[in-house]
């Protein structure tokens, strides 16, 4: 398809996403998350589930008449990569993108997105800056880390008070974000951490953080960060400090942590949404993906899945591509998707849902904590 070059790039973009170019048979969609890097794991959840909805759409026979191209972008969970990505996706004339993953990927391009009228729906962003400071094209099938942080910091005040709680993060959007929504409500309960402290990500060794929680004597440890930082941190830490607990968030929801952290897995525990495996709307897709993909569903992957089919439905409901009419029919709709019947509110929020619970790692895998 060629694109007819405006006095401003970004007009021609808003043109093709409305639909409005010649001769366009098909719909072009975009999925952007990690597919390399630490954050490798939950990026292939988002990457199977969101192809898996646009795949079973086409089977159905496209939307609205139009076959789905789907357009799978790397951001590597990282900023500019993020952007850089984003601008390729705008310059394909997407008109959603399912992503990003990484809050703070999400947080740096959702003004792109919005400059050139694509709507943008995030599995697993639990920055509440994502919505509340995103535009009217910008929603999340997730909670938000205000709520993810004050359920860890209530469990850890009813059942740790006595510990030495350690918090640490990796400064990014999601994981610093995570440790200070804990931190602040811990201290609300009158709980004040032994130490509050910052680690760079992708790191091979994390001696450094390492030696200060042995220096505090921690045996409760919440992390903010991505699964594969916190492996090495946990499995390091074990060997000095053998009883230490650690408490994280939704990141952890992958079987690979298990791999990454070693037999120092066992007993970790970490909030994420409800598995929506369990979930009777789910059953076909779950046996799909597990047949087809030969994939376990687990973490993001329904998320995702979820996701494409709400938009799905509102551009079927609005009867149009243009996105100001999707973004009013996702705001003012509900939707049956395999996680549940969900909605969005005016900022973009997910409703319907339940937010956040726990789950525990055993030596083999992780399940709901009774």
Same mark, same amino acid.
């Given at each position: ?262 037999? #120092? +897995? ?11 495996? $369990? %979930? =009777? @709307? !789910? ?23 979820? #996701? +494409? ?11 149009? $591509? %243009? =996105? @100001? !009419? ?45």
């Amino acid at each position: 398809m060629k694109t007819i070059i405006f006095g401003s790039l970004i007009g021609a973009f808003i043109l093709i996403a409305c639909g409005i170019a010649t001769g366009q048979t098909e719909i072009k969609v975009g999925i952007a998350g990690p597919l390399s890097g630490s954050s490798l794991a939950i990026g292939e959840q988002q990457e199977v589930g969101a192809q898996k909805a646009f795949e079973h759409l086409n089977a159905q026979g496209g939307l609205l008449g139009k076959e789905i191209v789907v357009i799978s972008v790397d951001d590597n969970c990282e900023e500019r990569q993020a952007k850089a990505v984003a601008r390729q996706l705008v310059s394909e004339g997407v008109i959603l993108v399912v992503g990003h993953l990484c809050s703070a990927c999400s947080l740096a391009v959702s003004k792109i997105y919005e400059e050139a009228g694509i709507i943008m729906i995030s599995p697993a962003s639990t920055n509440p800056k994502v919505t509340d400071e995103g535009g009217p094209n910008v929603f999340r099938v997730i909670g938000r880390d205000d709520q993810q942080g004050t359920i860890a910091a209530n469990y850890l005040a009813d059942n740790q008070s006595k510990s030495n709680i350690a918090i640490i993060h990796d400064g990014q959007a999601y994981g610093l974000g995570l440790a200070m929504f804990t931190k602040r409500q811990l201290n609300k309960r009158g709980i004040t951490e032994v130490m509050f402290n910052s680690y760079i990500k992708d790191q091979k060794d994390y001696r450094s953080i390492v030696d200060k929680l042995v220096l505090k004597q921690a045996d409760v440890l919440y992390a903010g960060g991505y699964s594969g930082d916190i492996g090495i941190i946990l499995r390091q830490a074990k060997k000095e400090l053998p009883n230490l607990r650690l408490f994280s968030g939704d990141s952890l929801v992958n079987a690979q942590f298990m791999f990454v952290a070693g037999e #120092a +897995v066992e007993g970790t525990c970490f909030t994420f949404g409800p598995d929506m495996r $369990l %979930k =009777p @709307e !789910a059953g076909d897709v779950v046996a799909a993906i597990r047949e087809e993909d030969a994939y376990e569903p687990e973490g993001y992957t329904l998320y995702s899945y979820g #996701a +494409v089919q709400a938009w799905a439905q509102a551009v079927i409901q609005a009867g149009s $591509l %243009k =996105p @100001e !009419a999707v973004i009013d029919s996702l705001k003012a709709g509900s939707f049956d998707t395999v996680l549940g019947r969900i909605g969005f509110d005016e900022k973009g929020d997910v409703t319907g849902m339940s937010t956040f619970v726990w789950y525990v790692f055993g030596k083999e895998d992780y399940s709901l904590a009774k």
